[in-house]
């Protein structure tokens, strides 16, 4: 359903990618690993029309995302969610809901709406709560609820266990994981935590400086003790 096709992209004249391709199906969950500054946030804002693109092709569904701009990207069923700032943290839960389906009818909305919090029903407390009084991984799942209130087909998630409890970042991680196994989304999940995202993963892209260093099964570069090690701070496995 989406593909990256040999992009070359950076901000202004800093090229960050070099040659990079990338597939993500529906029903998979497609992991993004790499160490620090491989451009694995670039190449989520680069799908997502965020920078520029010197070189290659990104596609939906062979419908070309190349070229248009951000806004209308998101129209075409492609929803992104940033490391930080991807909520309103002045704004009410519902108010950062609505804002999200702003296009949306209010018999829709409130389809959707229901739909969405029964991935997380704890959410329905909060309606009235500002967000910047939640916790972190409260806050997660508010951005996870304003992306599906857009009905994507696919969810590009930056970090999304970023700074949360163990609780939390399991949740997480297993919410992503039901959404692309039970719901059929496309899921290209960028994940600090190397081991977990592996484990959950179908695919897997290794970047190191910008380029693809490794594409395959992500049981495979879980299993490939020398890449893990030199690449994902993850320790050989004991004989």
Not at 92 to 113: D, G, I, P, Q, T
Not at 154 to 170: G, M, Q, R, W
């Amino acid at each position: 359903m989406l593909k990256v096709d040999t992009v070359s992209a950076g901000y202004g004249k800093l090229q960050i990618l070099t040659d990079v391709s990338l597939e993500a199906s529906s029903g998979e969950i497609t992991i993004v690993v790499g160490p620090n500054g491989s451009g694995k946030s670039t190449l989520l804002k680069t799908i997502a029309g965020l920078t520029n693109i010197y070189k290659g092709t990104v596609t939906m569904d062979a419908k070309a995302l190349t070229g248009r701009p951000a806004h209308m990207i998101a129209r075409t069923g492609l929803a992104y969610l940033p490391q930080t700032e991807s909520v309103f943290t002045k704004l009410r839960v519902s108010e950062n809901f609505k804002m999200a389906a702003y296009m949306v009818s209010k018999a829709e909305y409130a389809e959707r709406l229901k739909d969405a919090l029964g991935i997380f029903p704890q959410l329905s407390s909060y309606l009235n709560t500002k967000v910047v009084n939640l916790s972190g991984g409260e806050r997660q799942m508010v951005a996870m609820t304003m992306a599906l209130l857009r009905k994507p087909q696919v969810i590009l998630f930056d970090e999304p266990t970023a700074n949360l409890s163990p609780k939390y970042a399991t949740e997480v991680l297993r919410t992503i994981q039901k959404l692309g196994k039970e719901r059929g989304l496309t899921i290209v999940l960028v994940e600090q935590n190397a081991k977990r995202a592996l484990e959950i993963g179908d695919r897997a892209y290794l970047l190191v400086g910008g380029k693809n260093a490794f594409v395959g099964a992500a049981s495979e570069l879980l299993a490939h003790q020398e890449l893990a090690r030199m690449y994902l701070g993850m320790k050989a496995a004991s004989a």
